[in-house]
């Protein structure tokens, strides 16, 4: 109950709820991607990608142009793909849907060091994220219109690091040294509540086991609806069955969609 009231107070974290969402989405991910910048990641991670640094224009693009106001629904996944936000700078960020759907297409740097099984070529990269591609390709079907879906919804990633072993292999936040992963989440936890102090959603909503874990933690027992969906990654066996279908069937079980 604490949450809900804090949720009808003036303040929301330090923030006006009558403010200008986005601003305040802004300078939270602004904090984020300065405070990660500062952890150091040992073996075997030989190289970590912040696209809230290299790829910063795209992603505060998104922002201001999706996340301008409350919504119903927060969609949270849990950290960048290599041919996705890696490249792109958006949460679950295939270059298609982002360029075509989502309507952005910004200058990309590079990210120091690079790797050079991973290169980053921003909206060039001629690979397709799989995972990308079913989420924002349902709801694309489903309302048609970016404006009808971002007047309730909005995807976020809850970390927004990238972690490369030396053969070039994504590891994935989970799979961190136990004090690594401690300073990491402790992080990216402050920034989850702040972006949802912003949103102010009804619904939080994990995409995959690891961000509806987060999303359970942060907010235990607080006035806030939590559920997950299936991860739309082709690692997957039951994603690769059909993962729209599935991942429908649960929204609408919960009573997220009609």
């Not at 795209?58 to 849990?78: D, I, N, Q, S």
């Not at 759907?101 to 590079?110: A, F, P, S, T």
């Amino acid at each position: 109950m604490a949450f809900a009231l804090e949720l009808r107070d003036r303040y929301v974290w330090g923030v006006e709820k009558n403010g200008d969402v986005s601003a305040q989405v802004i300078r939270a991910a602004k904090k984020l991607a300065a405070q990660v910048g500062e952890l150091q990641f040992g073996s075997p991670v030989t190289h970590v990608y912040n696209p809230l640094a290299y790829a910063w224009k795209p992603h505060e693009v998104y922002l201001r142009k999706f996340g301008a106001t409350r919504k119903r629904v927060v969609l949270l996944g849990m950290n960048p793909g290599p041919f996705g936000m890696v490249q792109t700078g958006i949460p679950f960020g295939e270059i298609s849907a982002v360029r075509d759907w989502l309507g952005i297409r910004e200058r990309v740097g590079k990210p120091n060091p690079e790797h050079p099984r991973r290169p980053v070529t921003g909206f060039d990269c001629v690979r397709s994220e799989v995972s990308g591609q079913r989420l924002w390709g349902l709801f694309a079907r489903r309302f048609g219109d970016p404006a009808r879906f971002f007047a309730g919804h909005i995807v976020m990633n809850y970390c927004p690091l990238a972690f490369l072993e030396e053969s070039g292999r994504n590891r994935t936040p989970d799979k961190l040294a136990p004090a690594e992963r401690e300073a990491l989440t402790g992080i990216c936890d402050e920034y989850l509540r702040a972006i949802i102090g912003s949103f102010r959603p009804e619904w939080l909503i994990g995409i995959g086991d690891f961000a509806a874990k987060r999303a359970e933690k942060v907010f235990a027992g607080a006035a806030l609806r939590i559920g997950r969906i299936l991860h739309p990654s082709p690692a997957s066996p039951a994603a690769n069955r059909d993962w729209a279908a599935a991942a429908t069937a649960q929204l609408r079980s919960l009573g997220v969609w009609d």
